[in-house]
């Protein structure tokens, strides 16, 4: 069965980067597809980007295009999403997310999240 | 950007009705929508795909209709496990994949 598993909680101060991390199992890592999609708390959700982890080609959406970077690790299956200079208005939830089929981008798996607070 | 506008935002049933959700996109996007529920403190579940196609799992009291620019989210006859939040979310092929605003479906 497929799970992604996501790093734990982040606290950090404005200015400052941050890295999540998102271990797939169950599955052809290099199959398909992750991608990050935010939520902040109460709020709905938002779409940040994707990487192929087969070529490493990444799309970002315009909104975070100058401040994301997603990458992965194939020999243990991971995907990482850094942001950096956050702000308070990047505290929210962090979720990987991978689609049915490879090329598809309806998300049928996702990662449990990881709360990214920012705070002085 | 495509814009995704969900009405109503929240919306009271009670257990047994059938429930409507609508989503319209400000153009045309086909047929690639999908629907999510999401319950606090949990990631999203996909519910329907292609704007009406079932994912496997989910109980048949849920459909999903529509293409272009208007769909709909029916929920046949309210569960109780099915008070949460509903998302559309459009994946045409012009990015971003963006998400409706949510309808919270509450107890009445």
């Known amino acids: 069965q497929v799970h992604l598993v996501q790093s734990g909680a982040e606290v950090k101060k404005p200015g400052a980067s941050v890295k999540v991390s998102c271990q797939a199992s169950?599955?052809?890592?290099?199959?398909?597809?992750i991608h990050w999609v935010r939520q902040v708390p109460g709020q709905g959700l938002e779409w940040m980007g994707w990487?192929?982890?087969?070529?490493?080609?990444?799309k970002y959406a315009q909104k975070f295009q100058a401040r994301v970077t997603m990458t992965s690790d194939t020999s243990s299956s991971t995907a990482y999403m850094e942001l950096s200079t956050i702000t308070s208005d990047d505290t929210a939830f962090y979720y990987c997310?991978?689609?049915?089929?490879?090329?598809?981008?309806?998300?049928?798996?996702w990662g449990q999240g990881t709360l990214v607070t920012v705070s002085s | 950007d495509i814009q995704m506008t969900q009405s109503p935002s929240t919306l009271s049933a009670s257990v047994g009705d059938r429930v409507t959700i609508t989503c319209r996109a400000s153009?045309?996007?086909?047929?690639?929508l999908a629907w999510y529920q999401q319950k606090p403190g949990k990631a999203p579940k996909l519910l329907i795909y292609?704007?009406?196609y079932l994912e496997s799992g989910v109980p048949s009291r849920f459909s999903g209709s529509g293409s272009g620019t208007d769909f709909t989210l029916i929920i046949s006859s309210l569960q109780p496990d099915d008070f949460a939040t509903y998302y559309c979310?459009?994946?045409?092929?012009?990015?971003?994949?963006?998400f409706g605003q949510g309808t919270k479906l509450e107890i009445k």
């Open positions: 997310a991978r689609a049915r089929f490879y090329g598809d981008f309806d998300f049928q798996y």
């Open positions: 169950g599955y052809v890592f290099t199959g398909y597809y």
């Open positions: 990487i192929n982890p087969n070529s490493g080609v990444t």
């Open positions: 153009q045309s996007i086909g047929n690639w």
């Open positions: 292609k704007a009406s």
């Open positions: 979310q459009q994946y045409n092929s012009n990015l971003p994949y963006s």
